[in-house]
């Protein structure tokens, strides 16, 4: 196919198509060549980090029902704030004064959020579900320039590296958080309830979803320049490689997980639901 503008194209009327045009490119009418449904995935993406963001920030500034003994919400976890209702067994850390007035949730969202936000899998996800940039393969973008993640605002997605340290402290707090799970309501050890397994599993899908980052696999194996003289860091390298190819997986699996282990410790904090114990 010839580039540049086509004269029978230009002489018929037909309006460019939508994207970024050169006079070097084939000149095509239809804004695109594709035949299925190409807009589903991207809808779906869109509606379903949509939901979860209007769900997270009703629970963030809730400020209420995020702790039933022994269970805390991972949205409130670690409670920083002096006005956490009384937790047992340390999960109160309380290291803000009395001023922080907000729902204690928003001292520490921004770091698994800023974790997620900055993501390489999560970029692609809103970047073409929100901001079409591009839709899909093979569909053009609506915007006339495109300059990527050179300039500001989006050059910040480079600290996600720095996120990544801050997501591992959490995980190893919600960790914490699970194994209080293993008490009863007066702190004895030694009982279990459908909470636990909640906790359990939500943390288990957060490590994975954690582990298998970009940033972790750069972290145990990058700038190596022989594997062989590094059989731990390569062996590792390989665990982490394989957790990787089900990165986007286990994002949605861990942004799902997280919702419902809140959503759990909420009912049961509400008084909507009696947690079972199995012993």
Not at 58 to 67: E, H, I, M, P, Q
Not at 96 to 125: D, E, N, Q
Request: charged fraction near 15%; proline fraction near 6%; hydrophobic fraction near 45%.
């Amino acid at each position: 196919m010839a580039t540049g503008t086509d004269p029978e194209t230009a002489a018929a009327g037909h309006a460019p198509a939508r994207g970024v045009h050169h006079s070097t490119r084939a000149a095509i009418p239809a804004p695109h060549l594709r035949a299925d449904r190409w807009w589903l995935s991207p809808a779906v993406t869109a509606a379903g980090l949509l939901a979860f963001v209007v769900y997270s920030t009703w629970r963030a500034f809730a400020g209420t029902d995020y702790y039933a003994a022994p269970y805390v919400s991972p949205f409130y976890s670690p409670c920083l704030a002096d006005n956490c209702v009384e937790m047992k067994g340390g999960a109160d850390w309380g290291v803000v004064g009395s001023w922080w007035g907000l729902s204690p949730a928003l001292l520490v969202l921004i770091f698994p959020l800023g974790f997620r936000l900055t993501c390489y899998y999560y970029r692609k996800a809103y970047y073409r579900g929100f901001w079409a940039s591009p839709p899909a393969c093979a569909v053009p973008e609506p915007h006339k320039k495109y300059s990527g993640e050179t300039r500001f605002p989006l050059i910040l997605q480079n600290v996600h590296r720095y996120f990544f340290y801050f997501a591992v402290l959490v995980a190893g707090i919600l960790t914490y958080d699970a194994v209080l799970g293993f008490r009863d309501a007066d702190g004895a050890w030694g009982h279990m309830g459908l909470g636990t397994l909640v906790l359990l599993a939500n943390i288990a899908l957060i490590w994975a979803y954690t582990l298998s980052c970009h940033s972790c696999r750069h972290i145990v194996g990058g700038r190596l320049r022989n594997f062989s003289k590094h059989p731990v860091r390569y062996r590792m390298w390989g665990w982490v490689s394989a957790l990787n190819a089900r990165h986007m997986q286990l994002a949605w699996a861990s942004l799902v997980s997280v919702a419902v282990a809140d959503f759990y410790v909420f009912l049961v904090a509400s008084g909507a639901f009696s947690d079972p114990r199995f012993f």
